[in-house]
């Protein structure tokens, strides 16, 4: 059995954490598959957005006890499973079934957008190993939420629910547990027929955005990428599609 799944579909491609048993663990070897799979999918001329879930009832438990020890490379390794989600240049989404606990809150606040459901949990639990985070999740987590939120979850160890997580605005929306990846893949319907390098483009300006650029740096980089588009042929021809639109009326 394969402790991670891999497919293209609907110009989407999707890992699977797969190993219920053991509530889809991060061992090292499965971080290195994630991290492999996760270049497939950014390679693939075809993939427009890439999926991230978990089978059983937990989306991801963390990274295996045994592994964590003071030393920076075997650290790194386990990094590298989330991180390659983190570091994406593809649109991501955490299809959430279950808790994300410890590096599998990683994985979820590394990804782009996030679908839970009730039964979803957003557990740091970094404290409860007397661990102080790793893997960057304050960084990740200062991006998605306000100060009140990201203290409260690292500095008091509070954990959030699917529900609670969308009123806090780190989930985009709570789903049905047995829709939960038809509600992701319907989620990335509007961007399929995009062409792929107007998505990696906007990704990465839209990440630039949120560093500490003022407006006009912003404005700069924006400008010289909407140019760009421009003289792209879907552009030009959705354009021009528009205005014969407009014209007809």
Known sequence: MSLVLFEVRDNVALITMNNPDKRNMLTID???QVAD???QAEEHPEVKALIVTGVGRAFCAGGQLTDLTPNQE???TIYSGFLSI????LPTIAAINGPAVGAGFNMAVG????????QARFEPRFFGLGLHPGGGNTWMLRQLANWNTAAGMLLFSQSLSGPEAVEKGLA???VEGDRL???????TANIRDLPKELLLRTKQTLRQAGGTNSHKEILDIETTEQ???INQPYARDSIAAMIDKISSK
Do not use: H, M, P, Q
């Open 172 to 174: 985009w929306k709570c």
């Open 74 to 76: 075997i650290l790194e």
């Open 111 to 118: 990804c782009d957008v996030r679908i839970v459901t009730e």
């Open 227 to 229: 140019i760009w588009s």
């Open 181 to 187: 990846l038809e509600e992701a893949f319907a989620f």
């Open 37 to 39: 799979y996760v270049a």
């Open 86 to 89: 983190a570091n994406c240049s």
């Open 30 to 32: 499965v971080c290195k």
